[in-house]
T-cell receptor, first 111, second 114 residues
Framework: TQLLEQSPQFLSIQEGENLTVYCNSSSVFSSLQWYRQEPGEGPVLLVTVVTGGEVKKLKRLTFQFGDARKDSSLHITAAQPGDTGLYLCAGVRTSGSRLTFGEGTQLTVNP | EAGVAQSPRYKIIEKRQSVAFWCNPI?????LYWYQQILGQGPKLLIQFQNNGVVDDSQLPKDRFSAERLKGVDSTLKIQPAKLEDSAVYLC????????????FGPGTRLTVL
């Protein structure tokens, strides 16, 4: 059983469409991060959220941390081919000290 | 500022052989991590160092995997002997101090065990 469940696992959309990916858990997290990973490279941090209900925006990307700090979502508006990549959520549980990653959502944006 | 450096980028070996990976973290970063990323999965922490001390190695298969960070700077990860299921990308990351700080990842070493 994965500590962090991401959905969908795969997503293929056309340029200009909107999308949302989800990261869910039954555990409470002190912080949650979203990364993007491109082929042949390591993950790159996009955002860190620490407060329940927190919303952060990064250009066309909107990140939300659930009120109970058990889940998070990433919304992309008007997706572009450059958004293609593996999106990973990762969190540190309130009861732990290790950063645990979800399985990722592979996003493909077609021109 | 230079990023996290890893070598080699690719390695192909036969099962039961040994292999070593090298990582040089960002200068001044006290914490260094080794992750294993199997195709289609997220990275899994193998070991975390704080300076030259081990903080967490609970997920490291110690019968075949070993890692060291002798001078608190660069690090090596070794597998001996390798198994087919060790085929994966091995990622090194570093942070200023601790998991709540941003982790910067290297490009990884892709290991194929035949």
């Amino acid at each position: 059983t994965q500590l962090l469940e991401q959905s969908p696992q795969f997503l293929s959309i056309q340029e200009g469409e909107n999308l949302t990916v989800y990261c869910n858990s039954s555990s409470v997290f002190s912080s949650l991060q979203w990364y993007r990973q491109e082929p042949g490279e390591g993950p790159v941090l996009l955002v860190t959220v620490v407060t329940g209900g927190e919303v952060k925006k990064l250009k066309r990307l909107t990140f939300q941390f659930g009120d109970a700090r058990k889940d998070s979502s990433l919304h992309i508006t008007a997706a572009q081919p450059g958004d293609t990549g593996l999106y990973l959520c990762a969190g540190v549980r309130t009861s732990g000290s290790r950063l645990t990653f979800g399985e990722g959502t592979q996003l493909t944006v077609n021109p | 500022e230079a990023g996290v450096a890893q070598s080699p980028r690719y390695k192909i070996i036969e099962k039961r052989q040994s292999v070593a990976f090298w990582c040089n973290p960002i200068s001044g970063h006290a914490t260094l991590y080794w992750y294993q990323q199997i195709l289609g999965q997220g990275p899994k922490l193998l070991i975390q160092f704080q300076n030259n001390g081990v903080v967490d190695d609970s997920q490291l298969p110690k019968d075949r995997f070993s890692a060291e960070r002798l001078k608190g700077v660069d690090s090596t990860l070794k597998i001996q002997p390798a198994k087919l299921e060790d085929s994966a990308v091995y990622l090194c990351a570093s942070s200023i101090s601790g998991v709540l700080n941003e982790q910067f990842f290297g490009p990884g070493t892709r290991l194929t065990v035949l």
